[in-house]
């Protein structure tokens, strides 16, 4: 299945590579967002523009600052632990600290299944176990498979858009997924549907005017 990915989030999946994704490496949510932050901090030091760019998108204090004044700005490794804090949702890396639980495995993979286009795993999965379907991420942003959907107020490696999305959306609310449930962004809280009108990726993969009926 074709997936709609901007740029910069291919150049950040090849930056991070499998640490992305090999959740099941770590006992502890907190350990795997460390190992991020510590990989961060080697892309901030070699200055790689898809890192930086990361965090003009996330850190409180360097929102929307170009890579060319974040290059010089003499970041730090704290600087990056403040990013990855904010992007998983967190106010502050203390935050990230206290998440001494393991992650729900079987959300992320359905999550990771689904922005791959991969339609028949996800309904495998939910039919397996339906309450998946309005489960909320473990994150501090709280977001549910239709937020994740939206592409917006997420991990920005995840905001991809696979072209198989309204049919994926449509069987999630088939399956009853709650559209008034709300994740925790930019400083409120918002419905997956709120956060679609505002999410460039949807118009970018050509499917805003499919998929904004259903949310």
């Known amino acids: ?5 901007h ?13 992305l994704i090999n959740i099941e490496d ?3 949510i907190k350990d795997h967002l460390s190992a991020l932050a510590s990989r961060m901090w080697a892309g901030v030091q070699a200055e790689n523009k898809a ?14 600052k170009s890579t ?33 639980n393991a992650y729900n495995l079987e959300f992320e993979y359905t999550v990771n299944d689904m922005l791959a286009g991969n339609m028949e795993i ?17 994150y501090g942003h709280r977001a549910t498979l239709l937020h994740y ?15 198989n999305l309204p049919e994926i959306v449509a069987y999630l609310i088939e399956m009853g997924i709650n559209k008034k449930a709300k994740m925790k962004v930019y400083g409120v809280e918002y419905t997956a549907g709120e956060l679609l009108l505002s999410s460039a990726h949807p118009y970018d993969a050509g499917l805003i005017d499919v998929l904004r009926p259903l949310f």
Not at 69 to 75: D, E, M, T, V
Request: hydrophobic share 35%.
């Open 51 to 64: 890192v930086l760019s990361e965090i003009s998108n996330y850190h409180w204090s360097h929102l929307g």
């Open 26 to 28: 770590y006992s502890a």
């Open 7 to 19: 740029r910069i989030l291919v150049e950040l999946e090849r930056f991070y590579g499998d640490l």
């Open 149 to 163: 959907a939206a592409s917006n107020g997420v991990e920005l490696w995840r905001q991809k858009v696979p072209l």
């Open 122 to 138: 996800v309904k495998n999965r939910i039919s397996k176990n339906k309450g998946l379907v309005n489960k909320k991420s473990y």
């Open 68 to 100: 060319t004044i974040l290059a010089s700005f003499g970041l730090t490794e704290e600087d990056c632990k403040q990013t990855i804090a904010n992007e998983y949702g967190f106010r502050r890396w203390t935050e990230v600290m206290h998440m001494d």
């Open 1 to 5: 299945m074709e997936v709609y990915k």
